[in-house]
């Protein structure tokens, strides 16, 4: 039974951990077009962005999604014991 509750709490914190990350993305991605007026460059875009400027989408993409799914994944292991 332990093990039963363990693979769903499992489940339970993988799903909420990529809801989390969509959503911290989207935000993003809307705080950016409102401050800088285009969306954050991906690594796929060709184009004339500057390096400036794809590093720091990386770097506060990255800290937002992994602060994020720590997050979410901790309040649902809570609610889940």
Known sequence: MADKQSMIAKLVG???ALAAAWAAQQLIAGAWK??????PPKPEDEGDARF????AAAAITGAVVALSRVMATRGAAKLLH
């Open 14 to 16: 993988l799903g909420v």
């Open 34 to 39: 409102m401050t800088v007026g285009h969306k």
């Open 52 to 55: 400036g400027e794809i590093a």
